[in-house]
């Protein structure tokens, strides 16, 4: 909801309470839901919002290429200001990640990003077997 939240009264509703400026690393799924009183979406990605000396960084995963990187970049300029309040603004880079070979396990590969990012590891080596193994 917080990339279709307009409200900023209601995004300070719903996100302070997370304590974000707190927090070394976000780790937000992105949906393709572009518009607030639609349906669901079809597809998911991962925006990981990282503090570090250069203050906080945005990095993108997704398994079938940048569907969703407009609202991911959308979601980071909106999330960035609750962990720092100096910045209002996030790049978002693209980073290499495994591919799904079908058009039904991105929330898979979205949860295995999690999983290896937090662990250290390397996504560009999660493969359709590494999906199918999780369900």
């Not at 996100?15 to 780790?27: A, E, H, N, W």
Request: hydrophobic share 35%; aromatic share 6%; charged share 25%.
């Amino acid at each position: 909801w917080v990339a279709v939240e307009e409200d900023l009264e209601d995004l300070q509703d719903g996100l302070q309470p997370l304590d974000l400026q707190d927090k070394g690393i976000v780790m937000i799924p992105v949906n393709d839901r572009s518009e607030r009183g639609s349906e669901g979406g079809c597809h998911w990605s991962l925006l990981e919002l990282r503090r570090g000396e250069a203050g906080i960084t945005g990095h993108y995963y997704d398994s079938i290429g940048v569907g969703n990187l407009a609202q991911a970049q959308k979601l980071a300029n909106k999330v960035v200001g609750f962990m720092d309040s100096k910045q209002q603004r996030c790049e978002v880079k693209v980073e290499p990640c495994g591919r799904q070979s079908n058009s039904s396990d991105c929330g898979v590969f979205a949860l295995l990003f999690i999983e290896i990012v937090l662990a250290g590891g390397d996504t560009a080596a999660v493969t359709p077997s590494d999906a199918s193994a999780t369900q």
